[in-house]
């Protein structure tokens, strides 16, 4: 205990440390979400044509109108309900386009139609399907939905038992679903979230690279490995110490991240189902669950990820060359995937960090020993076994005397 | 106790390190001499079982020092030749960590570490950063952490490199004070410490040990093979050309050089005592004959 409390005190003392962790807060909190909520996601616009960094800085009030405005129909989705929004959404954009632009999650609605009424659109026309759909027509929202799910998973050669064991899945979807302002839900567990995972895996890197690495950096390896507890003990101590400050810099970022959120948006719309952010997610989730299946995920993947960074920090003697394979482990995978088959694909994205919690909005599937298994089961679980299978490896490294 | 060196081998690829070294070491004070490259720090880092033999073994009390693992390393107190630390440390914080890696409770090793600070002369600076420490300095906190957990096996890999002619005498001291029935291996190209404080010297000479016994018998070899001879300045050059030459002092016109010879090197040359340096250079008489 007291070689860990004293570890976990050296990495905290470094400077690296403290300024990654500083630089990953100003990063994914400071600009990936306070600024984000109050300025250039959902600031109201200062012109139609503005870029995203020009808006308001007024998005706490913005979102609090956006919300307001949506549940005043009703809380929950129905075809009644859709006809009017689409039919306010069209009053108001005749009236004063920006304010229906600023107001209303028309993106989101707009897709909708697109997909689950294609009849409706016009060829050739400039407008938007939302502006000019006439609202009675827009029936049957739940039904289509099926068939459009139906038909997107045979178009992605999903069919037979995958395609039974996908719907299996969505029938445990709640409906009807509950509604309100989507589009900071799906700003959220889009975009935040992941890209929080993203940054915290560099900042990750950058420190518990050198736990083990530095000590050969340092040239204090040799005073260390002539000790009573130089080898096992001070490696676990380690490696207590590597994960203690994973979960301590989840904690920063992940509670400042939801209190900004709270701060921000409030509870409101906890209950929505993510199938409002896509239509044809399976997930049997509302965005409170989401959102905790992909902070759970963010969690284990650095667990995970930690794990591989301490064998990599153990196994060689530079700082830098265990940063940069490191940073490989995570970063090339991503790099390459565009030009891999499917498979490797799937197979890469097990690897911590690799894969992404949003992958609830897929419909991915893993063919284990003959049975069919939902991509986020699987990307929740192996990264993180992946780093606890590292860690036996990370004290056989330094203990081998062979480095010396 | 003792501790037993058995064939022991160390090879880099084609190089050999180490070649096939046998000693038996009791209480005591133990240099190790030798040129740059002659094998002492791979031979001590296998002593300290922290580089793997290629063959042969180290044996404390009859044990296998790789076996006894931790129960070794417990006993062992060791200065590596580039001692390394950590710069945001004070002298304190940085030995109170050695002690927890040591396994020594804390309220002992607050002591001790105050002790030892004061022993290595650095009471006063016990708050201060080590990266503001000079070489000297950090030298002689890498010399109290090896102290830390009174080790009954003290090997220092060249412990006065960047000591003053004060801080050396400091440290010869407290090492003679230390010693007692503990096995203390030292290297250092300073002659001098090695005579001052050694009860056995081991010449080390292309990973083997050329010559060992105690600094008198050592001494005594050497006697016989050192001259005085005093000729003109201008001869000087001639005379460093065709032997070694120990030391060289000018007197007026003249110059006075002390030979290294088997036999008398001029009718003028006279025979004086010899010193352990004498018979380092007789065994190592230019660098890369040592290695």
Redesign the interface.
């Known amino acids: 205990m007291?070689?860990f409390l004293?570890e976990h005190r050296?990495l905290w003392?470094?400077?690296g440390t403290k300024i990654s962790v500083f630089i990953c807060f100003l990063y994914v909190v400071v600009f990936g979400s306070i600024l984000s909520f109050q300025w250039f996601n959902f600031g109201s616009k200062v012109n139609f044509t503005s870029s995203n960094f020009g808006k308001n800085f007024d998005g706490y009030t913005a979102i609090r109108d956006r919300q307001e405005y949506a549940l005043s129909f009703g809380g929950v989705l129905s075809d009644k309900s859709i006809q009017q929004i689409v039919g306010d959404y069209q009053r108001m954009e005749s009236a004063d386009a920006k304010k229906a632009w600023d107001l209303t999650d028309w993106m989101i609605i707009n897709d909708w139609l697109g997909n689950l009424w294609p009849e409706l659109q016009e060829a050739g026309s400039y407008q938007v399907g939302i502006s000019y759909f006439e609202p009675e027509k827009l029936t049957d929202f739940y039904g289509r939905r099926q068939l459009v799910l139906e038909k997107y998973l045979e178009n992605n050669n999903q069919t037979g038992k995958e395609k039974e064991y996908l719907l299996q899945i969505d029938e445990k979807v709640i409906r009807p679903f509950y509604y309100g302002w989507i589009r900071g839900w799906q700003t959220l567990l889009s975009i935040t979230i992941d890209t929080s995972a993203e940054s915290m895996a560099l900042f990750l890197a950058i420190v518990l690279s050198t736990l083990f690495a530095g000590?050969w950096h340092?040239?204090?390896?040799?005073?260390?490995?002539?000790?009573?507890?130089?080898?096992e003990i001070?490696a676990v101590a380690k490696i207590i110490t590597g994960l203690a400050f994973t979960v301590e810099l989840f904690a920063i970022i992940a509670i400042c991240d939801i209190a900004s959120q709270l701060f921000f948006m409030g509870t409101t719309g906890w209950d929505m189902p993510v199938q409002l952010i896509k239509l044809t997610a399976i997930a049997p989730m509302n965005m409170l669950q989401a959102e905790i299946y992909e902070w759970a995920f963010t969690l284990l993947g650095m667990v995970g990820f930690a794990g591989i960074v301490m064998l990599i920090s153990s196994a060689v003697k530079s700082n830098v060359l265990a940063l940069l394979l490191s940073l490989a482990v995570v970063y090339v995978p991503t790099l390459i995937d565009p030009y891999l088959p499917c498979g490797l694909q799937k197979a890469l994205s097990l690897i911590p960090l690799v894969g992404s919690g949003t992958d609830i909005f897929r419909t991915y599937t893993f063919h284990i020993f003959g049975k069919y298994v939902w991509s986020p089961y699987l990307l929740i679980t192996v990264p993180v076994l992946i780093g606890i299978v590292c860690m036996p490896f990370v004290v056989r490294k330094w203990s081998s005397?062979?480095k010396? | 106790m003792e501790l037993s060196i058995d064939r022991l081998t160390k090879h880099y690829g084609s190089k050999i390190a180490v070649d096939c070294v046998s000693a038996t070491l009791k209480k005591g004070v133990y240099g190790l001499l030798g040129a740059n490259g002659a094998g002492k720090t791979t031979l001590m880092?296998m002593l300290?079982?922290?580089?793997?033999s290629t063959s042969g073994g180290v044996f404390l009390n009859g044990k296998d020092i790789?076996e006894m693992?931790?129960d070794y390393?417990?006993v062992?107190g060791?200065l590596?030749q580039?001692?390394?630390?950590?710069?945001?440390?004070t002298a304190m914080e940085f030995l109170?960590?050695?002690s927890?890696?040591?396994?020594i409770p804390?309220s002992i090793a607050r002591k001790r570490t105050v002790e030892l600070l004061e022993e290595v002369g650095l009471g006063d600076a016990a708050d201060r950063k080590v990266r503001t420490f000079s070489g000297g300095m950090k030298q002689r906190i890498g010399i109290a952490?090896a102290l830390l957990?009174h080790p009954e096996i003290l090997i220092l890999d060249e412990p006065t490199a960047g000591l003053d002619p004060k801080e050396r005498v400091r440290f010869r001291n407290l090492l003679s004070d230390y010693a007692g029935d503990k096995i203390v291996i030292l290297s250092t190209h300073i002659v001098s410490d090695i005579e001052a404080i050694a009860d056995e010297v081991l010449f080390m000479k292309k990973g083997k040990f050329v010559l060992q016994g105690s600094v008198p018998a050592l001494i005594k070899k050497a006697g016989g093979r050192v001259w005085e001879l005093t000729v003109p300045q201008e001869e000087t050059r001639k005379w460093q050309a065709k032997s070694t030459v120990a030391n060289l002092r000018h007197e007026g016109q003249q110059a006075v050089l002390r030979i290294i010879s088997e036999h008398m090197p001029d009718e003028r040359a006279v025979p004086c005592e010899a010193t352990l340096e004498d018979l380092y250079l007789y065994y190592f008489p230019t660098e890369q004959e040592g290695v």
């Open positions: 007291e070689l004293l050296k003392r470094k400077a000590e340092n040239n204090t390896s040799p005073l260390v490995l002539t000790t009573k507890n130089g080898w001070i005397r062979i010396a | 880092r300290c079982a922290i580089l793997e790789i693992g931790a390393r417990n062992l060791y590596p580039d001692f390394g630390y950590y710069p945001g440390y109170m960590y050695v927890a890696l040591k396994g804390k952490q957990n």
